[in-house]
């Protein structure tokens, strides 16, 4: 079983900035793609960064320029640096990860739990 756990969500004014982390624990044999997604109320979830293991990323349209994604695969750990927040960034923020288990083997497609960020104006 493969678990991940978020933090640093809060509240921010707009113009502010904060950094989520997600560490991915448990029976590891490899992680690949990593990403966040975001959920506001009463909208669908959206991809906001992604990065592969080999560090490519892309990124949504509406954070180009104002986050940046980033990971550590020694520590299984995927940063999402967001600077110059809007209003309309509040969300919840949930981690993803393409991870393969050690024991059983098997391909897994792993969310957290999610971490509320909220911007004021």
């Known amino acids: 079983q493969v678990k991940l756990l978020e933090s640093g969500g809060g509240s921010v004014q707009a113009g502010g900035s904060l950094r989520l982390s997600c560490a991915a624990s448990g029976s590891i044999e490899r992680i690949d793609a990593m990403g966040w997604y975001r959920q506001a109320p009463g909208k669908q979830r959206e991809l906001v960064a992604r990065i592969t293991s080999s560090d490519s990323t892309n990124y949504a349209d509406f954070v180009k320029g104002r986050f940046t994604i980033s990971r550590d695969n020694a520590k299984n750990t995927v940063y999402l640096q967001m600077i110059g927040l809007k209003p309309e960034d509040t969300a919840v923020y949930y981690c993803?990860?393409?991870?393969?288990?050690?024991?059983?083997?098997?391909?897994?497609?792993?969310w957290g739990q999610g971490t509320l960020v909220t911007v004021s104006s």
């Open positions: 993803h990860a393409d991870a393969v288990s050690r024991s059983p083997v098997a391909y897994l497609e792993v």
